[in-house]
Every structure is written in structure tokens, then in C-alpha cells.
């Protein structure tokens, strides 16, 4: 399976959040805004564009499918 970087993300809480907010590493639980499994959050450094990706312990559920952010090859 191959990713792609999402920008959004939601919160435990429901709330939409943006990956480019955070400047320090989240203790909170964050999920796919299509598919709802968890992702974590990446933090680039350098000026690069931070995003969010599925956390690759749960890569083997279903839900997966029809993510259109997982790329199944």
C-alpha cells in the first residue's frame, strides 16, 4: 500500500485540524478525515509542509479501501 501526505486530519474531539498548526509532536488522537482510522502526525522540518499519515499499525483494516489517501498496488 502506498500513502499520500493529508493536510487535515480529525481530532479525538471531532474537530478538523490542520497538520501545519502543530509545531510540536501531539499526545492527542487523531484520525482519518475520510476513513476514520488513526493516523499520526509527521513533522517536517526545514520550512516543509507537515501532514498526517495512517498509522502503519492498523494498515490492515478494511476501512483502507476506500481511503482515497491509501493507494493499494
Known sequence: MKQQPAKCAVDEWGNLVNAEDFR????????????????VLVLAPNGQVSHFLHD??????????????????
Do not use: G, I
Open 24 to 39: 510540536y509532536p501531539s499526545f492527542w488522537k487523531l484520525y482519518c478525515f475520510h476513513c476514520k482510522s488513526p493516523v
Open 56 to 73: 502503519e499499525t492498523f494498515m490492515a483494516s478494511a476501512d483502507f479501501m476506500a481511503c482515497p489517501n491509501v493507494e493499494c498496488s
